[in-house]
């Protein structure tokens, strides 16, 4: 893509310069480059170093010379500007992942040219041409690195602004109304770009966790992806999603016998079989409806594991109030430690990752905390509830989409103890116009399709330049 942005460009300036021979100006410029081998390193904290070991170019601008010599004879053409051979292209990127969105910014870019494999060719194209050819070149020599390092820019901040630029460090999941912050930065492994954050959650501007991640994936792991695209999720993002839904008080829910389906087996009234066998005393509280107050008052710990999936185990309260048209009782409360085991299913559709989590087990302890009705049988209502949990199959997902101009083609995930490994392939889906060329010579290894020129590895296909 950067090579694109170079090949479409054609709003560079005029340049006006001159020596001891002439006098100059280039305008009309245009550029025809190939980009290949990329590696990616990191020299300095927050800068990142990407490195084309296949650079080959060709730029083609109009020319205007005065000569200082005796009538100072003008002269207009066009010249030809190329690398026989093929040279290193080094461009230093400031990276910051600490404001709302990615920022990254050309700092330097460096050509390493072998020896004399810059070639230059002057055309004139006036009625008369009596300045020496290699007078005109030496003076638009003098141009040739200062300008391609700007284009060379140019085309890297294009593609910053329009894509990296545009990331967001902040991840929205609406299911939740909640937001993952990055917290973040990066590292280089075998050429591999690691970005990696602490990945805390807030809702509702809801303070950050009061514990720290349990665990830290390795970087290694990275070190040999088989995807393009790989992120670790660990223990300490769920875990501190449902901290931060506890906090705000949104895991609370309220329940009264109009919620539940009419096929329900259980009913919230005093009559109900079930309740008057769990709770005999709600004999003496006739015609009434129950109200159930669930809060979950503690997230104890949320466990990423190989073989149980994710796991949740949090402290819950469960309030029991009779209510009629006169009267509201607390009759009951129960407290219960209940355990949820989920297995992730990822599918990919409309280049969206969706995290499904699927219920497959339960367990819980259930005590009462107090009673103003008499005995409880807490067994029972610990039968019930792993009853309900079946009628319960999937948690609420969540999305987790591309950055702005990429497809996902696949993506999968693996289950670890301490963290989840998600992998994607990834290509980049804005569409490559055609770069004019007419009468200039394609880059080595790009291919003249007709009036264009394709930038490798696009091919000339009969529509025109295709992959």
Partial sequence: MVAYNINTDTTTPPING????????????????????VSVSSSAANHLTVTWSTFRFFFYANYHVCARIIFHPCEKGYVEVWATEATDLSIDLALDLTGPTVKATVAS?????PKDSVKLKVHCKSTI?????????????????????QIITKGVDTLAASYINTISTVLSIPEYNAKIYMNGGFNVINSNLIVYGQGSVEIANSPMPPFSPSFVPPMNLFANPNFQVEFIL???????????????????????????????????????????????GLTNFPNMEIVMSLSVSKVIDVKIESQQG????????????????????????LTVDFDLFTQVKLQVENDVINYQPVVFNSTNVVQVETSKVGPVNAEMFSQVIALGVTQVPTLPSFNLK??????????????????????????????VANVPCQSITCAIDNICCGNYCCTAPLKCCNGGCCE
């Fill in 18 to 37: 001159e020596n001891k021979k002439a006098k100059y100006t280039l305008s009309d410029f245009r550029y025809n480059t190939y980009l290949g081998n």
């Fill in 109 to 113: 870019v460096a050509l390493n040219w």
């Fill in 129 to 149: 041409c009596i300045i020496p050819t290699h007078d005109i070149a030496d003076a638009l020599a003098e141009e040739f690195a200062p300008t391609m390092q």
């Fill in 234 to 280: 660990t223990n300490y993002l769920p875990h501190s999603l449902m901290w931060a839904l506890q906090d705000v008080n949104m895991l609370n829910a309220e329940i009264t016998n109009s919620d539940l389906p009419a096929n329900s087996p259980i009913h919230l009234l005093t009559s109900d079989s079930f309740f008057q066998q769990a709770v005999p």
């Fill in 310 to 333: 994710v796991s949740w185990e949090n402290l819950m309260t469960i309030g029991f109030t009779l209510t009629n048209k006169t009267l509201t009782f607390p009759a009951f409360a």
């Fill in 402 to 431: 591309p950055p702005p101009g990429f497809d996902i083609s696949q993506a999968a995930i693996d289950m670890q103890d301490g963290y989840a490994l998600t992998s994607a392939n990834m290509k980049f889906s804005q569409n």
